[in-house]
């Protein structure tokens, strides 16, 4: 297909499809994950074809053999229309063990959908979020994280093009494909939007045919962002979507779980090493969304207002290395936790990579925060070499980076260590 943006996602998908019979795509409505796989496949069968649905519908629920005839690799667009071709092609696989990269299967919410057996070893699970700022050609890519994982001496400082401005769009825009198509500012907002309200009105009752409440959804996603990237806890969360709207706490853990479902809450979890009492260390998850933009809309938040709201401007910008971070290591497993303990040590993020390697983060949006940024991580570096000479026998691995991803212009190595690289210079 033609303008095709590449995405991280496209290596790891042939990857999987090197290794698997076939490979499942979730992700959030809007992310990309028709059109990336439709890059990849050969035959496409979309389900949702008004055309051609009912013939699909027939043959999967009486023939489905049929629809595997196609010229492979195929895509089986929001399969969870058709539940029967999951054990379909779970069947070919276990036939055809020999081949890999047949099928590619498609759907917002096909985790809600109940097969009779799982796919593992069969089907690969693959979960897309919204395009980076890299992949939207928003940074400049010029720091590579894994480079720098791999050989920190290869840093070499440079400018990002992005200004506070440019940071405070791409934030409210977010990471959705669709935004790169339209020539507007108002209408790549707009889109957003639109997915904000889908979500509300549509998305959470069509999940699994149960009907739910449209101001509640909203009520509980305004509650999210107005605590986003915070350690507010659950009680916390509801005790506020309660005083909105009244809703039990029943249905409110039943609409979080939904909306999780949907991929649309994401939150972070807590990394807990033995370097403190386990008292003295959070483990609460981080408040997070997909994308910085839900939060945005359900704040009633604009470019411009956010300009003269730094507090939680910094919240969502949060949000936004959050993601990018998640997208720029996925092609080395990263996984992204937390550090904050009642002393005041922190690390906004803690990368882990599936080698074992792994960076403290923090993320500073100006350039007075920097050196707190800086400090915190240090202070947790010490303390891993405090608890290795204390317990030679089980040392801790000390972390292979120390970064402060900020909104500022300039990248640096300080003295101390720790890289300061500009969100709009990364890239995976």
């Given at each position: 297909?033609?303008?095709?943006?590449?995405?991280?996602?496209?290596?790891?998908?042939?990857?999987?499809?090197?290794?698997?019979?076939?490979?499942?795509?979730?992700?959030?409505?809007?992310?990309?994950?028709?059109?990336?796989?439709?890059?990849?496949?050969?035959?496409?069968?979309?389900?949702?074809?008004?055309?051609?649905?009912d013939y699909y519908l027939q043959l999967v629920n009486n023939y489905p053999t049929k629809l595997l005839e196609g010229e492979k690799p195929i895509l089986f667009d929001e399969w969870q229309d058709a539940p029967k071709i999951w054990g379909t092609i779970r069947k070919y696989c276990d036939d055809h063990p020999e081949e890999v990269g047949s099928f590619i299967l498609t759907g917002s919410s096909s985790n809600n959908v109940q097969t009779p057996h799982t796919g593992t070893q069969r089907i690969s699970e693959l979960e897309m979020i919204p395009m980076s700022l890299?992949?939207?050609?928003?940074?400049?890519?010029?720091?590579?994280?894994?480079?720098?994982?791999?050989?920190?001496?290869?840093?070499?400082?440079?400018?990002?093009?992005?200004?506070?401005?440019?940071?405070?769009?791409?934030?409210?825009?977010?990471?959705?494909?669709?935004?790169?198509?339209?020539?507007?500012?108002?209408?790549?907002?707009?889109?957003?939007?639109?997915?904000?309200?889908?979500?509300?009105?549509?998305?959470?009752?069509?999940?699994?045919?149960?009907?739910?409440n449209p101001k509640w959804v909203s009520a509980i996603l305004k509650s999210y962002s107005r605590n986003i990237c915070t350690l507010a806890n659950t009680k916390t969360i509801y005790q506020d979507v309660y005083l909105s709207c009244g809703m039990s706490e029943s249905t409110f853990y039943e609409y979080i779980n939904a909306l999780e479902r949907l991929c649309i809450i994401k939150d972070v979890n807590a990394w807990s090493p033995l370097l403190r009492s386990k008292t003295n260390v959070r483990s609460t998850p981080k408040r997070n969304l997909i994308d910085p933009s839900i939060a945005a809309v359900a704040l009633g938040a604009s470019p411009e207002s956010l300009k003269n709201d730094f507090n939680t401007l910094g919240f969502l910008f949060e949000s936004l290395c959050i993601r990018d971070l998640t997208a720029y290591s996925s092609?080395?497993?990263?996984?992204?936790?937390?550090?904050?303990?009642?002393?005041?040590?922190?690390?906004?993020?803690?990368?882990?990579?599936?080698?074992?390697?792994?960076?403290?983060?923090?993320?500073?949006?100006?350039?007075?925060?920097?050196?707190?940024?800086?400090?915190?991580?240090?202070?947790?570096?010490?303390?891993?070499?405090?608890?290795?000479?204390?317990?030679?026998?089980?040392?801790?691995?000390?972390?292979?980076?120390?970064?402060?991803?900020?909104?500022?212009?300039?990248?640096?190595?300080?003295?101390?260590?720790?890289?300061?690289?500009?969100?709009?210079?990364?890239?995976?």
């Open positions: 297909m033609s303008n095709y943006k590449n995405r991280v996602f496209d290596e790891i998908l042939k990857f999987r499809m090197n290794v698997f019979g076939a490979v499942l795509i979730s992700g959030p409505k809007g992310c990309g994950k028709t059109r990336t796989a439709s890059e990849q496949a050969k035959t496409i069968i979309e389900f949702q074809d008004e055309e051609k649905r890299f992949e939207m050609g928003d940074s400049t890519g010029q720091i590579s994280l894994i480079d720098l994982f791999n050989n920190p001496d290869s840093f070499i400082p440079c400018e990002s093009k992005m200004n506070i401005d440019d940071i405070v769009f791409s934030i409210c825009k977010g990471g959705w494909p669709k935004t790169i198509v339209q020539k507007g500012d108002k209408e790549k907002l707009y889109i957003a939007k639109d997915l904000f309200n889908q979500t509300c009105k549509k998305d959470m009752s069509a999940l699994d045919k149960i009907k739910r092609k080395n497993g990263g996984e992204l936790s937390y550090y904050r303990d009642r002393y005041g040590v922190e690390a906004d993020c803690v990368l882990h990579l599936d080698d074992g390697r792994y960076a403290l983060i923090e993320i500073k949006l100006g350039n007075n925060q920097i050196d707190e940024g800086a400090k915190h991580l240090c202070e947790i570096e010490k303390l891993i070499n405090e608890f290795n000479q204390k317990y030679p026998k089980n040392k801790m691995p000390l972390p292979s980076l120390k970064l402060v991803i900020t909104g500022t212009r300039f990248s640096e190595k300080r003295e101390d260590g720790v890289f300061v690289i500009p969100i709009g210079c990364l890239k995976d």
